[in-house]
């Protein structure tokens, strides 16, 4: 399901990478591996992930370069990297923080610590995705309970309007096109016909505005929809 939150693990060494594909889909997470820099860089632009764990030490393109890459993009920066290395002294720590990554975990490291560091790093960019209560105006959201609420009115939503609006409230302000939303929503591996992004759309508008508030999602010509 899309919902769930994807991690890409960009590591050269085959045991490491199998270990944490197993542990963080054990977790619940889907996970995209690539054995080196470039390869996780071809990755990243196909299947943007949520969060991404990406060893220091690697042939050919290092960690710290594949960081510095992703960091410098407009599209890519806002991902959050929990860069993993042996080199556990602090010039090496700082310098991993200043290339840009949003975290550092030295080896070895126990699975634990390093599903607690992917989950604080996913409360950040996919609140909904860890059970987080998301507000926007008078509407709130429970994502452990699956329950949503208008000025104290629960509202009966669907398991898709649920996730749209998840989507939507993850992120307040941005566009959202109907692609952008098949992918998170229904997910890559369904053919869904973009129509039917609006047919949902159309369907949560409705719940929300059913006692008379004002309608929060806006349609945006040609681009797709945003909430506020």
Not at 67 to 89: D, F, N, V, Y
Not at 93 to 122: I, N
Request: glycine share 8%; proline share 5%.
């Amino acid at each position: 399901m899309s919902q769930q939150p994807h991690i890409l693990v960009i590591e050269d060494e085959a045991a490491q990478r199998e270990m944490l594909s197993y542990n963080l889909n054990a977790a619940g997470f889907r996970v995209t591996t690539a054995d080196n820099g470039e390869a996780g860089l071809l990755a990243l632009s196909e299947d943007p992930p949520d969060v991404i764990v990406l060893d220091w030490m690697m042939p050919h393109v290092s960690g710290i370069e594949v960081c510095r890459r992703i960091k410098s993009r407009p599209e890519t920066r806002a991902i959050p990297i929990i860069m993993l290395s042996a080199k556990s002294e602090e010039v090496d720590m700082v310098r991993g923080l200043e290339t840009g990554a949003d975290d550092y975990v030295v080896k070895p490291y126990s699975v634990a610590e390093l599903m607690a560091r992917v989950r604080a790093q996913l409360r950040r960019v996919r609140p909904a995705t860890v059970g987080q209560t998301l507000t926007y105006d008078d509407i709130v959201l429970d994502a452990e309970t699956h329950r949503v609420t208008r000025a104290g009115n629960e509202l009966k939503l669907g398991p898709t309007e649920f996730r749209l609006l998840a989507a939507f409230m993850e992120k307040p302000g941005r566009v959202w096109s109907r692609d952008m939303l098949l992918d998170r929503v229904w997910g890559r591996d369904v053919y869904v016909d973009t129509r039917t992004v609006d047919v949902h759309v159309g369907r949560l508008r409705k719940v929300l505005t059913k006692a008379g508030g004002t309608d929060p999602l806006r349609t945006v010509r040609g681009a797709g929809y945003a909430l506020g």
